[in-house]
């Protein structure tokens, strides 16, 4: 199937992200959850902590009805604590079971064993009664790039999922078989059928889940500026040792002030703002600026 990017019409941002969509290759991995969910006894999605709205597909929710269900809220480490704690409550009350995991240190892999055997408790007592000692099936979905491979890859042990720094790696789905007793069936990443949101884009940028070159870098850069000037002042202040926040907040190119305060000049004094553009980026999606969670939940009150 031919690639197609969405035109502008379609993806309404100013910043210029024009996302790579495969709709045939959606339509299919559509299919393929619908038509493997009877194989499995648990869905479980994963999604980024830091964007728990953005970094989720719309039609999801629909698509796993009437399973049992859980939200892996992965990067959990890089999301701020109280709102990690907001989510998960949020998600509960919906009756759906939140696990927060980082793939990168393996948190959370042993509870996510723990709650798949807790969804299934009367199910597995019933297998045992019978002396049946049935595997838990669990079917793993989400958007590209929120770390599924790689949380598949930490709980399994090995190289079993492909990782790979760019959507829709993952072509097909693949069994993994746990020692623990557990069975994972790997999906292909299901992307957004269109944005229907600058902010969701923006934030899927922010985080890395697009490519960084195919968006206006420097645009997309300084709404995350403002944006942490607005809800993690003191973490950039300290991070950049700006004097004011006002000074970020009221500036016409606040990109310029971290070059600046970095050092960050080219011929003529002039302030490399490509390079602030990029280290703002990084330091954001490594946690160097601080543990930050961009989204809160509706029932939040922070």
Request: hydrophobic share 40%; charged share 30%.
């Amino acid at each position: 199937m031919a690639e197609r990017n969405i035109p502008e019409d379609d993806t309404p941002l100013s910043t210029g992200i024009n996302i790579q969509w495969f709709p045939g290759h959606m339509a299919k991995t559509k299919r393929l959850i619908s038509d493997n969910l009877k194989l499995v006894d648990i869905a479980a999605e994963i999604i980024d902590a830091r964007i728990p709205v953005s970094s989720r597909n719309p039609m999801i929710d629909s698509l796993l009805s009437g399973k049992k269900r859980m939200v892996l809220l992965n990067k959990a480490d890089l999301a701020d604590d109280r709102a990690n704690r907001a989510w998960s409550s949020f998600f509960e009350k919906q009756g759906i079971a939140a696990v927060m995991t980082d793939a990168s240190t393996g948190k959370g892999m042993a509870e996510f064993t723990s709650v798949s055997r807790k969804l299934l408790a009367d199910k597995l007592k019933r297998d045992a009664d019978r002396g049946m000692n049935k595997p838990v099936k669990v079917m793993i979905v989400g958007v590209p790039n929120v770390g599924k491979s790689s949380f598949i890859n930490r709980i399994a042990g090995d190289k079993r999922a492909k990782v790979e720094d760019r959507p829709g790696v993952t072509r097909g789905k693949q069994w993994i078989r746990l020692s623990n007793g557990i069975e994972l069936l790997d999906t292909p990443g299901i992307l957004w059928p269109k944005f229907e949101d600058e902010s969701v884009g923006l934030n899927l940028a922010y985080t890395g889940a697009v490519k960084d070159d195919i968006f206006d870098f420097e645009s997309v850069a300084t709404k995350l500026c403002l944006k942490l000037a607005e809800i993690a002042p003191d973490m950039l202040c300290k991070r950049y040792k700006l004097d004011s926040i006002s000074d970020i907040i009221n500036s016409d190119d606040p990109l310029s002030i971290i070059a600046k305060k970095r050092g960050f000049l080219i011929s003529g004094g002039v302030a490399d703002t490509e390079r602030a553009a990029k280290v703002l980026l990084d330091e954001f999606r490594s946690g160097k600026l601080g543990r930050i969670t961009l989204e809160q939940p509706p029932e939040s009150d922070q």
